[in-house]
């Protein structure tokens, strides 16, 4: 298994390791509510250094990646600014999601994740031979999230005096740099914070410095309840190859307003639109006991669908999913929970942003069998 920089930091403090993608990673430090809540109300800190980083550098890099990427790196009015978009095949479907980070012109940064590295690179060297760039790993740089409400706060007097400057009026999904260091205000956890890119070797000292002022280390646990919470895509689980930005929640995400942009899979996208999009992505609420988990099938009035990432929500004390279901305006549906088919609330995400609830709970809380 790779092993990130911060490797036997993790070992020191006793968090329960396990294979992720490869890489050996902690699932916890203490328990994984504990870490929830810290993100939510105060600070958390993520080793996601398993991610990919890859540089795009050339004259080409902006016509490139406008090709490359569902959403439109041309909407990047000045350097210092994000995007986040879905890198797709010809069918449509999505073959990663990625943050793009634009330095300067002929210099991007890509965000992608980890469990995707081999296929992603073949991928995008694949469609850049036509393109004046050069594609680049950048495993020299470690990467620490630190997310909640006091997280900026606990974080900027340990940057580089430089940086503590800059991130003072930095706006979300903006980021600033200074000697190799990287802090972007983004996340995945629907709290403000930062993303820090730096180089391998000063991790361990960022690391132990904001642990010495109050910051919780967090697992993996926690960083996939809080994104169900957030409601944020997991690659794998909410989309793949084979699901649309259209039937995964993030429309968004994709720019067709230029006419003379190709990007790869935008005819799909185009045709799947003129014939109506059959699935979309919502959130559940259990209104009954039991937990939800992928892979349960959901039933409505008008079809089946399927929870692709369920657990139980720390903040809203329930068990909540994210789930595939056909495209309708129905409130309530049923799943099968060990042979039993119990009430649900149908939402739409998010469940909790910024530490507030953002949806309304039912109070008509029904135990449906079969």
């Not at 890489?23 to 398993?50: K, N």
Request: proline letters at 4%; one cysteine or more.
């Amino acid at each position: 298994m790779r092993k990130t920089p911060l490797n036997s930091l993790h070992h020191r403090l006793g968090a329960r390791m396990v294979e992720f993608a490869g890489w050996q990673m902690p699932l916890r430090y203490t328990s994984e509510i504990e870490e929830h809540l810290a993100v939510r109300h105060d600070a958390g800190m993520f080793d996601v250094s398993h991610m990919t980083r890859i540089d795009i550098r050339g004259t080409g890099a902006i016509e490139f990646l406008r090709y490359l990427l569902a959403n439109d790196v041309a909407k990047l009015k000045q350097a210092s600014r994000a995007l986040y978009s879905c890198m797709l095949n010809e069918q449509g479907g999505i073959i990663d999601d990625v943050v793009a980070f634009y330095r300067d012109e002929s210099h991007f940064r890509l965000v992608t994740n980890a469990a995707t590295r081999e296929k992603d690179w073949v991928w995008i060297n694949r469609q850049a031979k036509d393109f004046e760039v050069g594609i680049y790993f950048r495993d020299d740089l470690a990467m620490i999230a630190v997310q909640g409400p006091n997280a900026r706060e606990m974080t900027d007097g340990h940057l580089p005096a430089a940086l503590q400057e800059q991130v003072k009026t930095l706006k979300p999904f903006a980021f600033a740099e200074s000697e190799s260091w990287m802090a972007a205000r983004t996340g995945y956890t629907g709290e403000d914070g930062y993303e820090l890119m730096l180089p391998n070797e000063q991790a361990p000292r960022l690391w132990e410095a904001l642990l010495e002022c109050g910051v919780q280390p967090c697992g993996l646990v926690a960083r996939d309840t809080l994104r169900m919470e957030a409601g944020f895509n997991l690659y794998g689980q909410e989309m793949d190859e084979d699901i649309s930005p259209l039937e995964c929640g993030l429309a968004r995400t994709v720019a067709l307003e230029s006419p003379d942009r190709k990007f790869i899979g935008r005819s799909a996208l185009e045709r799947q639109l003129a014939m109506g999009v059959k699935w979309w992505r919502a959130g559940l609420i259990l209104q009954a006991p039991g937990v939800l988990r992928r892979g349960q099938k959901v039933k409505l009035a008008s079809g089946e669908g399927e929870i692709t990432s369920g657990g139980f929500s720390p903040t809203l004390q329930s068990s909540i999913a994210l789930a595939r279901l056909p495209t309708t305006g129905e409130r309530q549906c049923q799943v099968e929970i060990r042979g039993c088919w119990k009430l649900a609330q149908i939402v739409q995400p998010p469940f909790v942003r910024h530490g507030k609830i953002m949806i309304e709970i039912a109070t008509d809380k029904g135990d449906h069998h079969e």
